[in-house]
């Protein structure tokens, strides 16, 4: 969630703005995927509130939305407007995962030392 990714993680509160946010229904299932929100917007959400975090289990209707969307306002491609799109217009459910735990960001090269310090000594198990 949003407040454990700035007290748990590297990710400070103005970086978090960043993150999509997503509203899920009653049920546990996405019902919307909020790319960098407004204040206002996420003071609406209620508590916790949830980051997209990208992984997703697709099924066919992904390759039928991601041809019917266009550009973002960025000039991009956004999974996010396709997985929306999938939602909206054909009926696509996304179980929604919650976790209250911390995540170490790798969005950018100034965040690899800060990183690898928080891990120096951590014992990997697979």
């Given amino acids: 969630d949003r407040q454990a990714m700035i007290t748990q993680s590297n990710v400070s509160p103005d970086r978090v703005t960043k993150f999509a ?3 899920v229904n009653g049920d546990g299932y996405l019902r919307r995927v909020i790319e960098k929100p407004d204040q206002a917007t996420i003071d609406a959400l209620p508590e916790p509130v949830g980051v997209s975090m990208n992984c997703w289990r697709f099924d ?3 390759f039928e ?3 019917a969307i266009g550009p973002s306002p960025r000039g991009e491609y956004e999974i996010t407007d396709a997985v929306q799109h999938s939602i909206d217009r054909l009926g696509a459910r996304y179980r929604v995962l919650s976790y209250h735990a911390p995540v170490l960001d790798l969005s950018s090269r100034e ?3 800060p ?3 928080r891990l120096r000594g951590t014992e990997v198990r697979l």
């Fill in 111 to 113: 965040d690899i030392a």
């Fill in 115 to 117: 990183v690898a310090q």
């Fill in 65 to 67: 939305a991601c041809s």
């Fill in 60 to 62: 066919a209707r992904i």
């Fill in 21 to 23: 946010v997503v509203e």
